[in-house]
Nanobody
Framework: QVQLVESGGGLVQAGGSLRLSCAASGRTFSSYAMGWFRQAPGKEREFVATITRSGGNTYYADSVKGRFTISRDNAENTVYLQMNSLKPEDTAVYYC????????????????WGQGTQVTVSS
């Protein structure tokens, strides 16, 4: 099990940028694939991005490809989500999640979740 704490959310104008961070507890962070998901009001939680244990491979939802970048620092037990060219439709609560070993784009495959951080993009 790993405990996750997100930070970095806030209010930004359309076209702006934010960087989310997710700090993980424990000494086995590098054993987990990490993912970012988001949930807008009245909508289901959706996949945003995921990164493999080593950070060597990343995968993105089509809606954020080319604008968002997921990365990780295993020495610091932290995963990041750099969000550029933000749009109002990116407004949501963003969650990071951890899954042992292999990556997945399905929220049901992730065991551990953070509390979420709100991102609001104004038009």
């Amino acid at each position: 099990q790993v405990q996750l704490v997100e930070s970095g959310g806030g209010l930004v104008q359309a076209g702006g940028s934010l960087r989310l961070s997710c700090a993980a507890s424990g000494r086995t962070f590098s054993s987990y694939a990490m993912g970012w998901f988001r949930q807008a009001p009245g909508k289901e939680r959706e996949f945003v991005a995921t990164i493999t244990r080593s950070g060597g491979n990343t995968y993105y939802a089509d809606s954020v490809k080319g604008r968002f970048t997921i990365s990780r620092d295993n020495a610091e037990n932290t995963v990041y989500l750099q969000m550029n060219s933000l749009k109002p439709e990116d407004t949501a609560v963003y969650y990071c999640a951890a899954r042992p070993y292999s990556w997945s784009g399905r929220s049901a495959d992730y065991n551990d979740w953070g509390q979420g951080t709100q991102v609001t993009v104004s038009s």
